[in-house]
């Protein structure tokens, strides 16, 4: 396992979240997606703090540009540059905008790494879980992989959701039935932050 280093810790991550003012919902989808990839990254063998930092990290500059989605993921670089991040950190916290249509400078650009496939699938699947255990009275405690996998197969369902993005782990490696159920376990283990039960 190959150890990566970012210039600063989790903690400092979080005081740089906080200080772009996110909301509370937005504030979760960060830590959910921090929590999905670091067991990506225990189930690959990869450096867990680095997955899951950039997992974290990965939509830095949302609360700067949901209002004008074309910035997203470009804002980021700058702000993420002015933190001492290499260029390749800040590469794979983009990518999971390629192909994005809302993001002219990205349009182009296509996922070729397991960690960019793992990012956008985790940052994705975060939302297909959270809507289910809505569905189940906030409760993703007893949540099943098979029984996400039928939610997941209801188009109508979290329709914002992407699936052909949650479906990119497979390119990564991993089996989508698998996915699921590394993703519930790792929201799961963070439940009483993220308000579920």
Request: negative net charge; glycine residues 8%; charged residues 30%.
């Given at each position: 396992m190959?150890?990566k280093?970012?210039?600063?810790?989790?903690?400092e991550?979080i005081v740089?979240?906080?200080?772009?003012?996110?909301?509370?919902?937005?504030?979760?989808?960060?830590?959910?997606?921090e929590?999905?990839?670091?067991?990506?990254?225990?189930?690959?063998g990869?450096?867990?703090?680095?997955?899951?930092?950039?997992?974290l990290l990965h939509?830095?500059?949302?609360?700067?540009?949901?209002n004008?989605?074309q910035?997203?993921?470009?804002?980021?670089?700058?702000?993420?540059?002015?933190?001492?991040?290499?260029d390749?950190?800040?590469r794979?916290?983009?990518?999971?905008?390629?192909?994005?249509?809302?993001?002219?400078?990205?349009?182009?650009?296509?996922?070729?790494q397991?960690?960019?496939?793992?990012?956008?699938?985790a940052e994705t699947?975060?939302?297909?879980?959270y809507?289910y255990a809505?569905?189940?009275?906030?409760?993703?405690?007893?949540m099943?992989?098979?029984?996400l996998?039928?939610?997941?197969?209801?188009?109508s369902f979290?329709?914002?959701c992407?699936?052909?993005?949650?479906q990119?782990i497979?390119?990564?490696?991993?089996?989508?039935e698998?996915?699921?159920?590394?993703?519930i376990?790792?929201?799961?283990?963070?439940?009483?932050?993220?308000?579920?039960?």
């Amino acid at each position: 396992m190959g150890e990566k280093h970012l210039p600063f810790s989790r903690e400092e991550a979080i005081v740089l979240l906080k200080s772009m003012n996110p909301d509370e919902a937005d504030m979760l989808h960060y830590i959910e997606t921090e929590a999905v990839m670091r067991a990506l990254a225990g189930k690959f063998g990869e450096d867990l703090d680095y997955w899951g930092i950039l997992g974290l990290l990965h939509d830095v500059d949302w609360a700067l540009t949901k209002n004008n989605q074309q910035e997203h993921c470009m804002k980021a670089r700058e702000i993420l540059a002015g933190k001492g991040f290499s260029d390749e950190d800040i590469r794979i916290i983009q990518s999971h905008g390629y192909a994005c249509e809302q993001i002219p400078a990205l349009k182009e650009m296509h996922r070729t790494q397991k960690i960019e496939f793992a990012l956008a699938a985790a940052e994705t699947v975060t939302g297909l879980i959270y809507a289910y255990a809505l569905m189940r009275g906030k409760s993703i405690s007893g949540m099943e992989p098979a029984k996400l996998k039928k939610k997941f197969k209801d188009k109508s369902f979290a329709a914002g959701c992407s699936r052909e993005i949650i479906q990119e782990i497979e390119k990564a490696g991993l089996a989508l039935e698998e996915f699921f159920d590394i993703s519930i376990g790792a929201m799961q283990g963070i439940k009483d932050q993220i308000g579920l039960q």
